[in-house]
């Protein structure tokens, strides 16, 4: 449904002028506030939004739309009016009491866009000014990307192969949430995909779903936690796991006896760089000879918003400027930098789409060893680039320098 912006005015009003007659029950397939809220979603669908704000304030309803990781304010507030009845109407559409206004709750929305399911998860709260209610759509983006869609450098993806085609063995992927990690778990699992191998997801929820693997979703209430569908896997003639992530030790120490067993076992944690994966992992009382003896590979992601193609511009950062100095000893004469003016494609953002940023460590033998003798973390920071890692902030300049994102967007996240 493609609706431009007078005819969304107008439904507005009309949606507002339905509620000042208190017909909000009235109204069936046609009713404004039913089309308002078909209409709210759709765009979030066509923006590529991940999340949907409606956010009561003390005289309209503020919409915003999460994109590309940020949250962006919508040009139409919706009068005060529409509020109640709009949140009613989703309300009803997620399968939630639409009576009860004074406790969270959390529902459900299958909904039908251009042949595709949209399937969208929604919490409300109460608050001062009336219900916060935020829809996350989950699988907007349908496709699932491969490894050589993921972003990374050459030499990276080269590194990132190497520790996941190994047969046995852990590898990590740290990052905060919404960080992609498990975009990259699904790339990496669907290249090690061959008819010959069995590959299983413990994740919860299930994410996406990926052609070819057994997905397991997590459901503690009947019983299936981590540990048990770890311990359940061990007896599935598996080839390789991925596991949504670790929660805590006794998790982690299982994980650890697996991959020692001659499995490959991926998973996730949050850390601020790969190195810190060896040193989460002591914390949560792995010893250094079982972390040395099992994990091959640890990568920290984060994402970043891609340049807008459509309105890049070149420009020469001075010797003194914040960008000369940002770039360190990587800035020289003549260098020339890609900014963005902003344009319809991108809203005026500059940015449209994400792209990953990694750093790979690769356990290698003097890696190992440092890990064994349990050396501190400046010392094993030092090692790992001395062997090869490029941190995330040099993966980022290299891509900044290629024109694919700016130095405030790195700055913003790193
Ligand atoms: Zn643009």
């Not at 399968?95 to 459900?108: S, V, Y």
């Not at 960080?179 to 290249?191: H, I, R």
């Not at 929660?247 to 991926?266: F, K, Q, W």
């Not at 190195?275 to 010893?287: D, S």
């Amino acid at each position: 449904m493609n609706i431009d912006e007078t005819a969304f005015k107008i439904l507005i009003s009309r949606a507002a002028g339905e509620a000042r007659q208190g017909l909000e029950h009235q109204g069936g397939a046609n009713s404004p506030v039913v089309k308002l809220a078909d209409v709210l979603l759709e765009r979030a669908i066509e923006r590529r939004a991940s999340d949907l704000h409606l956010e009561p304030q003390t005289d309209f309803l503020r919409v915003r739309y999460r994109i590309d990781g940020l949250l962006q304010i919508e040009d139409n507030v919706l009068p005060k009016e529409v509020e109640s009845i709009l949140i009613a109407r989703l309300k009803v559409m997620a399968g939630m009491d639409t009576a009860k206004h004074q406790c969270p709750q959390d529902g459900h929305i299958e909904f039908a866009s251009e042949g595709r399911q949209i399937d969208i998860r929604v919490s409300v709260l109460p608050a001062i000014h009336g219900e916060l209610m935020v829809l996350r759509f989950m699988n907007v983006e349908e496709k699932i990307l491969n490894l050589g869609e993921l972003g990374f450098s050459d030499k990276n993806m080269e590194l990132f192969r190497g520790i996941i085609e190994k047969p046995s063995g852990l590898v990590i992927l740290s990052g905060p949430v919404n960080s992609g990690k498990t975009t990259s778990l699904y790339a990496a699992l669907q290249a090690l995909n061959k008819p010959e191998s069995n590959l299983v997801t413990l994740e919860n929820p299930v994410e996406r779903v990926v052609p070819g693997i057994n997905q397991v979703e997590i459901n503690p209430k009947s019983g299936l936690n981590y540990m048990a569908g770890l311990k359940a896997l061990l007896r599935q003639d598996i080839t390789a796991v991925m596991v949504g992530e670790i929660r805590d030790g006794e998790v982690a120490s299982y994980i650890v006896r697996i991959a020692l067993t001659g499995h490959l076992i991926m998973t996730t944690l949050h850390t601020e760089n790969a190195v810190g994966v060896i040193f989460r992992l002591r914390e949560m009382n792995i010893p250094p000879y079982m972390i040395a003896a099992t994990l091959t590979g640890a990568v920290a992601q984060r994402l970043v918003r891609k340049s807008c193609p459509h309105c890049q511009e070149e420009y020469e950062p001075a010797a003194n400027s914040a960008e000369a100095q940002m770039l360190g000893e990587r800035w020289h004469r003549g260098l020339h930098l890609k900014r963005n003016t902003g344009c319809p494609h991108c809203r005026g953002t500059g940015y449209s789409g994400r792209l990953a940023l990694q750093e790979v460590l690769v356990i290698s033998p003097a890696v190992r060893e440092a890990i064994l003798m349990s050396a501190d973390r400046d010392r094993l920071q030092a090692l790992a680039e001395r062997e090869g890692l490029r941190t995330l902030w040099q993966d980022g300049v290299d891509k900044v320098l290629d024109g694919k994102t700016t130095l405030s967007e790195l700055k913003r996240v790193i």
